[in-house]
Each structure stands twice: as C-alpha cells, then as structure tokens.
C-alpha cells in the first residue's frame, strides 16, 4: 500500500463517515466494481486506524459537549451531589445518549446479515436512494424546537432504532439519525449533535470489533508506518472539515444537496448491477 493510496483512503473515509452518504454504501460500491473492498480484508488494521482518526475528529469537533459530559459524569460521585436540584443539560444530554446507544446491542446480532448484502450492489443502490428520499424529506418536514433538555426517552430510542438500522450498506448513519430527530420534533442543530455524538460509541464500538482481527494478517505493520500515519491524519482533517460543512449545512436547513447525490449514486448502483456483476 502506497502513501498516496492510504491518504485516499482515509479521504474517503473522513467524507463518508460524516457526509450523509453512507460510508459502508460506498464501500460495498467499491468492492464490487472496483474490487477496492479486497483493501479492507488485507488492511485490517489499517481500517481500525482510520476509525481511530474519524473517532478523534468527532470528538474534537464537539469536545465542549464531551468535556461537559464528563463533568457531570464525575460530580454523580461526588459526595457534595444534591438529588434535589434540576438535572444540568450536559447530565441529561449524557443520559439520553446511552439510552440512545441501547438500541444498537439488538443489531450485533444481524451484523453477519448487514455484512452479506454488501455483496448485493442492487440492494445497496436502493439502501442509497432510500436515504437521498429521506434527505429530501427533511427540508420539508416543519421545524422543531426539542433539546437535551426537552427531548424524551421515546424520542432517543427511535433515533437509536435507526442508528441501528443503518448497518445496512447504502443507509447513511447520519442521514437516517437526523432525519429521525428532526421527524421527532429535534431542533434542526441539535438533531446533529445528538446524531454525532451518538456516533462516538458506535464508532467506537466497531473499531473494538475489528481489533480481534487487526493482526492476523500477515503483513509487516512497521514498514507501512509512514502510509498509516498519513492515512490517518486525512481521515482525521477531511473528517473535522466535514462535520463543519455539514453543520453549515443544516445550518440552512436543507440536506437536498446529499440527496440528489445518493439517489444518482444509487440509480447508477442498481443499473450496473445488472450489467457489471
């Protein structure tokens, strides 16, 4: 693996990950016409890496949010805790986020499915043009107001559901998690924290899960040091940049850039299927 090639890849991950486009819909994408997918299985580890560097961008991205977490975290122990005063935002935002991540441990158990259909470019081009619709949807859905602090325990878990769901090649995590918010009244800015900060567990998570597998290949890790670093620093920037373009984005109020993007995407997925697989 050259250094230029890595650097692509972890370009390809920073925009994906974050982008409503679905990392996994265009991974499967590049598998099967590409045989670009045959990347991943040899670079196990390399995968787990660029994981780590959109993990990293997410968190400095909201850091304030996580810092704030954190804190209130810590003061639940503190023996000076009174019960009595009203739940800080950043205490219940931390709640609703594990009650959001729940959700998730009821899909383990379809992963292998998940994994099956990225062999399936037809299915994976309809999974693209589901999330361009749902896309589309949320600039005319009417603007919510919920937040940390209004948002309920019912509210979250369908998010979560969805989170879940979106294991799916061709379902974009973050275009299914903010359509869901805002479908449930979100605050169009807090729809992507919620959604984003969500994503640091399941990212978080999928990266554990491949480390089982990170060095059983037989590659010499030591030589690729300089394409893993670089690799990573392009997942790591290109990620960062692309939580800020899509917070301008929703900012506006329209996601139908992205969904014109994954319907053409989609569409072109389920006409060559037929020609090319």
Same mark, same amino acid.
């Given at each position: 693996?050259?250094?230029?090639?890595?650097?692509?890849?972890?370009?390809?991950?920073?925009?994906?990950?974050?982008?409503?486009?679905?990392?996994?819909?265009?991974?499967? &994408?590049?598998?099967?016409?590409?045989?670009?997918?045959?990347?991943?299985?040899?670079?196990?580890?390399?995968?787990?890496?660029?994981?780590?560097?959109? @993990?990293?961008?997410?968190?400095?991205? #909201?850091?304030?949010?996580?810092?704030?977490? *954190?804190?209130?975290?810590?003061?639940?122990?503190?023996?000076?805790?009174?019960?009595?005063?009203?739940?800080?935002?950043?205490?219940?935002?931390?709640?609703?986020? &594990? /009650?959001?991540?729940?959700?998730?441990?009821?899909?383990?158990?379809?992963?292998?499915?998940?994994?099956?259909?990225?062999?399936?470019?037809?299915?994976?081009?309809?999974? @693209?043009?589901?999330?361009?619709?749902?896309? /589309? /949807?949320?600039?005319?859905?009417?603007?919510?107001?919920?937040?940390?602090?209004?948002?309920?325990?019912?509210?979250?878990?369908?998010?979560?559901?969805?989170?879940? @769901?979106?294991?799916?090649?061709?379902?974009?995590?973050?275009?299914?998690?903010?359509?869901?918010?805002?479908?449930?009244?979100?605050?169009?800015?807090?729809?992507?924290?919620?959604?984003? /900060?969500?994503? &640091?567990?399941?990212?978080?998570?999928?990266?554990?899960?491949?480390?089982?597998?990170?060095?059983?290949?037989?590659?010499?890790?030591?030589?690729?040091?300089?394409?893993?670093?670089?690799?990573?620093?392009?997942?790591?920037?290109?990620?960062?940049?692309?939580? *800020?373009? @899509?917070?301008?984005?929703?900012?506006?109020?329209?996601?139908?850039?992205?969904? #014109?993007? *994954?319907?053409?995407?989609?569409?072109?997925?389920?006409?060559?299927?037929?020609?090319?697989?």
């Amino acid at each position: 693996m050259s250094v230029w090639f890595a650097m692509f890849l972890g370009l390809v991950q920073g925009l994906t990950e974050f982008l409503p486009v679905s990392s996994s819909g265009h991974l499967a &994408i590049f598998q099967n016409f590409f045989g670009m997918g045959d990347v991943e299985a040899d670079f196990v580890f390399f995968s787990v890496l660029l994981h780590f560097a959109t @993990l990293l961008a997410v968190s400095v991205f #909201f850091w304030k949010d996580i810092k704030a977490m *954190c804190v209130e975290f810590g003061r639940l122990f503190s023996p000076k805790h009174n019960r009595s005063v009203q739940v800080p935002p950043p205490r219940r935002l931390l709640f609703l986020l &594990i /009650l959001g991540t729940l959700p998730l441990i009821l899909f383990v158990f379809f992963s292998n499915t998940a994994e099956g259909l990225t062999e399936q470019p037809l299915f994976i081009g309809i999974a @693209l043009c589901a999330t361009g619709i749902l896309l /589309l /949807l949320t600039s005319i859905l009417p603007k919510g107001k919920k937040d940390e602090r209004s948002a309920t325990v019912v509210d979250v878990l369908c998010v979560g559901f969805m989170q879940g @769901l979106a294991t799916i090649p061709g379902l974009s995590r973050s275009g299914t998690t903010i359509f869901t918010g805002i479908m449930r009244g979100f605050d169009r800015k807090f729809a992507m924290r919620f959604s984003f /900060l969500m994503s &640091i567990p399941a990212i978080l998570g999928a990266t554990v899960l491949k480390l089982k597998d990170a060095f059983t290949d037989d590659i010499d890790h030591l030589s690729l040091l300089p394409a893993y670093i670089l690799g990573m620093l392009a997942a790591a920037i290109t990620g960062y940049l692309a939580l *800020c373009l @899509l917070r301008r984005v929703m900012e506006k109020g329209s996601l139908n850039k992205f969904s #014109f993007y *994954c319907i053409v995407v989609g569409a072109a997925t389920i006409v060559a299927s037929f020609f090319f697989v």
